[in-house]
C-alpha cells in the first residue's frame, strides 16, 4: 500500500463521512441507547452499538434491537429519528486537522458518499459549516445502494463529468475498499475510524493513514 503523496491525475476525492471525516459514534451510541429506553429495552454498551456502524441507520438498529423483533425494529426507526436528529451535533466533530481539508489550500473538487441517511449526513455537514466545500454529496437510495455498491460513486463520476482513474475514495471500513475497487477509482483506507483494520488492509487498498495527519500529508504533500 502506497502512503502518499497522491497522483497528480487525482483531481476528485469522494469522502466517506462517520469514521472518516467525522468522529460521530458516541451521540450515534447515545441516540440508539435513547430509543431503546424508549421502547423499554436494555441498552447496550456504547462500544457494541460502535460495532454496528457503517451499514445504514437500519442495520444499525436491526442489530440494536435484536434482528427477530421486526415489530420494535419498526418503531425504533421512528422513535430513532427523532433523537438523532435532535443530538447529531452534540458531541460529533470533524476528526482532529482535517478542517485543513476545507479552508481552500486543497483545489482538488470533492464529494462525499456515504451509507448514512441524507437526512442526517445535510443536518451534521450544515451544522459543522462543511456542506458548501462538497461539489456532490450522494446517500443510499435504497438497501440494496449501500456500500459496497458502486452506485453512489458511479453516480457522482457521471455528474462531475470525472473518469474513474482520476478519483479516489477515503474510507475507513471494507465497504468503501470495495466500493471504490468495484467503481474502479482508487481507494484510500483511514485506520482512525470504526472499520477493522486487518480485514480492510487484506483487501490492499491504494493508500492507508493510519492517523489524520496521515491523510493531510497524502492530500498536501
Not at 418503531?75 to 438523532?84: C, K
Not at 452506485?151 to 475514495?169: K, T
Given at each position: 500500500m502506497?502512503?502518499g503523496?497522491?497522483?497528480d ?8 463521512l462517520?469514521g472518516t ?8 451510541a ?5 430509543t ?5 429495552l ?7 452499538i ?13 442489530l ?12 425504533a ?17 470533524l476528526?482532529?486537522?482535517l478542517?485543513?481539508?476545507f ?6 473538487t470533492?464529494a462525499?458518499?456515504t ?6 449526513t ?11 466545500r462538497?461539489a ?18 458511479w453516480?457522482?463520476?457521471e455528474?462531475?463529468?470525472v473518469q ?5 475514495l477515503?474510507?475507513?471500513s471494507?465497504?468503501?475498499v ?9 481507494a484510500c ?7 477493522n483494520?486487518d ?8 493508500y492507508?493513514c493510519?492517523?489524520?495527519?496521515d491523510l493531510?500529508?497524502?492530500?498536501f504533500?
Amino acid at each position: 500500500m502506497n502512503r502518499g503523496p497522491i497522483a497528480d491525475s487525482i483531481r476528485l476525492v469522494i469522502f466517506d463521512l462517520d469514521g472518516t471525516l467525522i468522529d460521530s459514534k458516541y451521540d450515534i451510541a447515545a441516540s440508539v441507547n435513547l430509543t431503546l429506553g424508549d421502547l423499554k429495552l436494555p441498552t447496550l454498551p456504547p462500544e457494541q452499538i460502535f460495532t454496528f456502524v457503517g451499514d445504514g441507520v437500519k442495520r444499525l438498529l436491526r442489530l440494536s434491537v435484536g434482528e427477530g423483533n421486526e415489530a420494535r425494529y419498526e418503531e425504533a426507526l421512528r422513535i430513532f429519528r427523532g433523537h438523532y436528529l435532535a443530538h447529531c451535533l452534540d458531541t460529533t466533530q470533524l476528526y482532529p486537522g482535517l478542517d485543513r481539508l476545507f479552508d481552500g489550500r486543497d483545489t482538488r473538487t470533492k464529494a462525499m458518499a456515504t451509507n448514512k441517511s441524507l437526512e442526517y449526513t445535510l443536518r451534521i455537514i450544515e451544522g459543522l459549516k462543511v456542506k458548501d466545500r462538497f461539489a456532490a454529496i450522494e446517500g443510499p437510495l435504497d438497501q440494496s445502494d449501500l456500500k459496497p455498491d458502486p452506485g453512489m460513486l458511479w453516480r457522482i463520476l457521471e455528474c462531475l463529468s470525472v473518469q474513474p482513474e482520476a478519483a479516489m475514495l477515503v474510507g475507513d471500513s471494507t465497504n468503501d475498499v470495495r466500493a471504490a475497487q468495484a467503481a474502479g477509482v482508487s481507494a484510500c483506507a483511514v485506520g482512525y475510524g470504526y472499520g477493522n483494520r486487518d480485514k480492510v488492509s487484506a483487501l490492499k487498498p491504494d493508500y492507508y493513514c493510519e492517523k489524520p495527519g496521515d491523510l493531510l500529508s497524502l492530500l498536501f504533500g
